[in-house]
Every structure is written in C-alpha cells, then in structure tokens.
C-alpha cells in the first residue's frame, strides 16, 4: 500500500525527530506525497480569575506559549527540510483527538505517524485511555506507532 497522504500529529516531544525520518524513509522514492505536520493547542478550562490573571498580568503568555509552539514545529521540520520533502504546518486549538480526527479527514490521510510517549496515569487509562489508545480507536485511517 502506497501513502499518498501522511498526517504527523506532534506535540513536538522527544520522538520528533524519529518520527519525522520515518516518514523520510518511506516517501523519500516519492517526495511530492503530501505530508501534514499538525501541532494541537489544549484548550483549558480556567477559573475567571485565572484568565484574568493571564489577560491582565501575564501578556508574555501568548509570546511564551507562541515560542513553545514555533520550537515544537521547528524540531519536526528540520528533517524534512533537510531531505528535501515538502509539508504543510497545521496549528489548531482545541480537544486534541477531536481535532486531529477532523484534519486527518479533512485532509484525506491514509496513514497518521504517531509516537509512544510511554507512562499514564492509572486514573487517565482506566476512564479514558491514553491519548495514543483513543488517537487509535477513533481514527479514519491507519496509525503508525513510532517508539
């Protein structure tokens, strides 16, 4: 089976690089496949008076948190751009298995290239799974774990 269309969600941990040769490795004989970086922003519920603290006191929240993200996109591109291969950078907010389902069916992905991050909390797995296991039961197409 050919991959024509490659989704790699990433958070932009340790396995990014890994992940990204990997997806090197099997479209290097075909670069012009589509591959789409997808990085999710957590929305958090917050109390008032937290997001007012963040609004009024702390306006480098949005320079931090836009230098995480740059950070995060840049360790997964620099293979890429390394070997020639093109991507798209998606940046998104929001439930990250819900957001990664609609862009992976948005875009028509065949595979998605995700990483094991290893350890879960016992509460977390015993009500809803790790986000690996959930990424895994609702996704539209084909997962690849990269460990």
């Known amino acids: 089976m050919m991959f024509e269309k ?6 932009g941990a340790g396995l990014s690089n890994k992940i990204a040769n990997t997806i090197v490795g099997l479209i290097k004989e075909k ?19 937290v997001d007012y603290e963040i ?10 948190l836009s230098a995480h993200v740059e ?13 020639g291969i093109a991507y798209k950078i998606r940046i998104k907010r929001g439930d990250p298995i819900k957001v990664i389902k609609a862009i992976s069916e948005e875009i028509g992905s065949d595979l998605m290239i995700i990483g094991y991050h290893g350890e879960t909390s016992l509460t977390e797995l015993l009500f809803k799974g790790n986000t690996m296991t959930q990424l895994i039961d609702n996704s539209p197409c084909p997962v690849m774990i990269i460990k």
């Open 6 to 11: 490659i989704l790699f969600p990433t958070t």
């Open 31 to 49: 670069p012009d496949r589509e591959v789409t970086i997808l990085h999710v922003l957590e929305k958090y519920d917050m109390p008032a008076e």
């Open 55 to 64: 609004v009024t006191r702390g306006k480098d929240f949005q320079k931090i």
């Open 71 to 83: 950070e995060c996109i840049q360790k997964s591109t620099k293979v890429f751009k390394d070997n």
